[in-house]
């Protein structure tokens, strides 16, 4: 019986930049977001009176917690057609 290896940068060179192209678009999107919220939260906190209103930071704050859900959920996807090598099953047809 064939055991799977577990590490995903095992492998063909194209593999690897595959996950490494999918952790990349997922990490910039991630520190996009979190870059975005600490300077709003910075122009909260040091100058409340001339920063956006409340509510506002709130449904930001919702609205990047979602997103970086989804972008989460889509590395995990996308991880897993590598894994088991959909994208190469894909190129014969």
């Known amino acids: 019986m064939k055991q799977r290896s577990t590490d995903p940068f095992k492998g063909s060179a194209g593999n690897s930049r595959r996950y490494l192209g999918a952790l990349l678009g997922a990490g910039f999107v991630i520190v996009s977001i979190v870059a975005a919220l600490v300077i709003l939260f910075v122009m909260v906190f040091l100058h409340p009176e001339e920063g956006p209103p409340i509510w506002f930071v709130a449904l930001y704050l919702l609205l990047s917690v979602l997103i970086i859900a989804g972008t989460a ?3 995990r996807q996308r991880i897993r ?4 090598g959909e994208e190469d099953e894909a ?3």
């Open 73 to 75: 959920a889509a590395l």
């Open 81 to 84: 057609e590598l894994r088991k």
């Open 91 to 93: 190129r014969k047809y």
